[in-house]
């Protein structure tokens, strides 16, 4: 965190598409991150796409916040206690996309009135709040329920999976229909994060 320019240049040169920007509030979830501040620094020293994922108990309050800071697109969560049509029209009316994201035991069609409305939606395959978990294999029917309602609809929705990514995950989730691949402790743990990068795209 006190090297975060250097981390920023870090991903850049690894050639990744997003910067996924996890924000914890200490009641949707355990843990507390950042906010607003880091994610404004972030902005003015990077062009690259800035992908904030909102843990948060009441994420309309913030969004319009969120995108004036420069966010591109932002995911909230169907558990959270916002309404979440209103929330996804706050984010797309503050010029951002939206996504919506769901914890590992919420069922797929929670999102499924809402694919008309959304960029992307976001399957946790950990439980939110934490860093360094281990993948839970049974989201992946998740992905592969709302791949199949996506492609069945016709829309252009991506798919992010978000937990636990790494080189073999990675392509277990993109078999199964992910397009977006969060991953954190893999990247930055890797001893040449281009290559660690590399794989990922590969997959
Ligand atoms: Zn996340």
């Known amino acids: 965190m006190l090297n975060l320019e250097k981390e920023v240049r870090k991903l850049e040169n690894s050639s990744i598409d997003m910067l996924h920007f996890d ?21 003015k020293i990077t062009d690259i796409t800035l992908d904030v994922h909102l843990m948060i108990i009441d994420p309309i309050r913030y969004v319009r916040r969120f995108a004036e800071a420069g966010a591109d697109i932002i995911s909230f969560h169907t558990e959270s206690e916002s309404d979440i049509g209103e929330t996804i029209r706050e984010i797309k009316a503050a010029g951002a996309k939206a996504a919506l994201a769901i914890k590992p035991a919420t069922p797929p069609e929670a999102v499924y009135d809402y694919l008309n409305e959304l960029s992307m939606v976001l399957v946790m395959t950990v439980e939110p709040g934490f860093g360094g978990q281990s993948f839970i294999p049974e989201t992946m029917e998740k992905v592969k329920a709302i791949k199949q309602r996506i492609d069945e609809l016709g829309l252009d929705i991506r798919i992010e999976v978000d937990g636990g990514i790494n080189d073999v995950t990675g392509i277990e989730a993109s078999t199964c229909g992910a397009d977006v691949l969060v991953s954190g402790s893999y990247l930055f743990k890797a001893e040449n994060m281009a290559d660690a990068a590399g794989k990922l795209r590969k997959a």
């Open 23 to 43: 924000v914890m509030d200490g009641v949707f979830v355990n843990n507390i991150s950042y906010g607003l501040p880091i994610l404004e620094q972030v902005r």
